[in-house]
């Protein structure tokens, strides 16, 4: 194992605003603390009720190291252990309580990686893993029965699919997405990985589809579901009480508002009322004490309207 980076200390602290303590009501959106530095182009994950925010990039567009952790329990904000490189458009997925980061790219524009980097939060430092088969941004990560399947990615790697498995530090090729895309969403449900949306080719203006494709790793085949209500790229969602939300994203004259979820009893797609304050440029969510946790992201199409917004949502829809 390479260790990357020494234990840090927090270097910085957000107390909650009390204006954030009301948690919204049923089917509503709301608003916590929020992050410490403006913010889009990320990946997020959650472990042990921590919020992790990895790398990403300001209006600027210049692409950083920082690690933002929010404390759900306390709603606080600290700096984490910084990232060994810096990194955009990352995949990033927990396991046994262990934060990944897989993948992304260390520009706005090309500059795809193929490095995995491993950051137990009660050692503080992140460690190097073993690549991936190919080097890709964009894509979605989905953790299934403790293994991370990373589906999609910006071209030419639209169609990749790999799985990696933590306690082997090893990595498979998988049979291609039918479909490839980027920009994606992925959750498991029913015992398969699915891939929703994305667009074509790297950037926003691209088209976008609405298809929703799904991998059975028994057969090791893919399958088509029903699509989402509409084309879209650039969103985000999470599996909550049995549900798949989805919602946000951008295309080329501006931004999805759209809040929908997928029953996988019925193979149906409804759609909710539209978010608070859409977003896009974040892959990955939490539903953590009933409630959807929606980080950061960009306000308008493009890479340059990252925000320190600190969105929540509580369902009153189940599917379960």
Known sequence: MRRIAPLLLALAVAVATPAFAQDPAPGSWGKKAEMIEANSEFATTEAAGKIYVLGG??????????????????G???IGPPLPVVNNHGMAATVDGI?????????????????????DPKVG???????????RSAGAPVVFEGKIYVAGGRPPHGAEFAVYDPKADTWEKLPNLPTQ????I?????????VAGGRLLGGFQSNQVAVFEAYDPKTRTWSTAAPMLKPRSGHNGVIANGCFHVWGGEHKDGM????????PRNDKWTKLPDMAIPVHGVTGAAFVNGL????????????????KLNQIYRPNVSCQ
Not at 125 to 135: L, R, Y
Not at 181 to 184: E, T, V
């Open 57 to 74: 990039y300001p209006s600027s567009r210049e692409s950083v190291k920082t690690v933002q952790v929010y404390d759900i329990a306390t």
């Open 181 to 184: 895309r980027n920009h994606i």
């Open 256 to 263: 999805h508002p759209d809040h929908d979820y997928y029953d």
């Open 292 to 307: 959807i946790w929606v980080t950061g992201g960009g306000i308008s199409n493009g890479g340059s309207s990252g925000t």
């Open 99 to 119: 934060v990944y980061l897989i993948g992304g790219q260390t520009d706005p524009n090309l500059a795809y990686v193929d490095t995995v980097y491993a950051l």
């Open 76 to 78: 606080t904000w600290t």
């Open 186 to 194: 992925g959750a498991a449900m029913n015992g398969n990985i699915n």
């Open 125 to 135: 430092q992140w460690v190097q893993k073993a690549k991936m088969p190919v080097a």
